[in-house]
C-alpha cells in the first residue's frame, strides 16, 4: 500500500511538472512516504537486533577483554577471540557509553547502541575482530539479496582502512585466535572510510548459493592486502570502526536503506589543461551536496570541491564541475553525497587519463604540519617555477616562485592559512603537478 502510495506521487509530479501547487503539495507528502517505506522495508529486514538496541544488559568495561560485551546485544557474539565491542547510551562506564567513549565520539545512527570493531593496527600484526549474528531466515539459493549498513570511522584512529567484508555462512565460523579469519566474503568495500563525523552508508549485493543462515562482518583480509590511510591523528594506532543498522533484504524488495540519490551516469573528460565532471541522477531524496573526490591512485582520496544537491527529485538533474589541477597521469574521481542530516554515499569511481608530467616532482616535509614547511623540486635550469596554494573549493590563497636553478623554498605560512587541507601545485612550462598539503595546527 505503502509502495503504491509513493510511486503514485512519482507519476503525478513527473506528468504534472508545471503545476506548481501541485508539486508543493507533493514536496511536502513526499518525505512522509519515503519514511513509510523505510519503516515497511525494515519489518522485512533479516538481520535481528540490527541497530544493536535490545540487550540483556548494559555494558560496563570495555577494558575486560575476557568479558565478552558484544553479547549482552542478543544474538549478536564474536566469532574469534578477537574483543569486538559494544556500546550504549545505558553503559555505566565511560569507556563503552554513547556518545563518547575510549575511541572516540559518535551518537547513534538510529536508536542508543552501536557496536564496533577494529580493522587494522600496527602493534600487532594481522590483528581482527568480527561481529557475528545468525539470520532470522535462511537464504534461498538463486536469490539476490541486498545487505546496507553504517559505518563511521573512530576520532582517536590513527589510521583508516578497506576491506570490511560480510560473509554468509551455512553454520557458524570461528577462529581460535584474533587473526583473518580465512574465508572469501561475498561482499566487500574496497573503499578506505576516513569520516569520522558522520555515518557513511555501505551497501552491496550478492547472489545466496542456498542454506546461508549467519553473517560475518570484518575484515577477512590480512595486513599485505589492506589499503590505510593515515588520518593524522597519533591517539591509537588502529583503524578502528563503529558499525549501525544493518540489514539484509531480497533485492526484490524495497530494502532497508532509502537511498538519496539514484545516480544515472558520471563521467569526465580532459581538455588538456583541466577534467570537466559531468554526472546525472535520477532521483534525489534530501540531498543536499556533492562532494567531489578525487585520487592520483584509487584508494586514498581528498576533496577538491562542492555543488549544491537538488533536495528533492524525482526527474533528471544534471550537474558538472571542473578540476583545474587533476594529477598528472590518471586521476580518479568519485562523488560523496551528503543528505540534510550529515549521513553520506558515494558513487562509483571513474578514472580520467590527463597529460603525464613525470619530470615534475614536489616533496614537501613536514607533511601535516604547523604551517612551517620546506618545499623541494628537481632544479630547472631555464625556467622558473611557480607555487600556488588552493583550498578544497579551488579559491588560491598563497603563491611564490622559484627561480631557475634553485631546487626548492622554505615557507612559513602559519600566519596565512587555517588548519585543514589544501591543494600545493608547482607550475613549470605551463605543466602542474599538484600534492595535497595538510596544516594540523591552527595558524591563522
Known sequence: MVSCIYHLILLILTSNPKNTLLMKITKLILPLAVIHCSISAIAQNLVPNPGFETNTGCPYDISKPAFYQLTLATP???????????????ATSTACIVPANTFGSQTANGGDGYAGFYTYQTVTANYRE???????STLSAGVSYDLSYYISLADKSQWASNKIGAYFSATAISGGGATPLGYTPQIVNNTVITDMAAWTLVTGTFTAGGGENYITIGNFSNDAGTTVSAT???TLPIAYYYIDDICLTPSSGSGCAVLPVTFKSFKGNYSGRETELNWVTASETNNDYFSVEKSADGKTFETTGEVKGSGISVSEQEYSFTDYYPYPGSCYYRLKETDYNGNHTYSNVISVTTARCDFLQADISPNPSDGKINIRIPAGKNE????????VLGNKLFSAVIPAGS???????????????YSLSVIRNEKIYNRQLIIAAEGK
Open 76 to 90: 549478536w557474539n564474536q566469532p574469534t577471540a578477537g574483543t569486538s565491542d559494544y556500546f550504549h547510551t545505558c
Open 407 to 421: 631546487s626548492g623554498t622554505t615557507l612559513d605560512l602559519s600566519n596565512q592559512l587555517h588548519a585543514g587541507i
Open 384 to 391: 622558473n617555477v611557480l607555487l600556488f596554494i588552493s583550498d
Open 130 to 136: 568480527y561481529i557475528q549474528v545468525m539470520l532470522s
Open 232 to 234: 593524522g591523528i597519533s
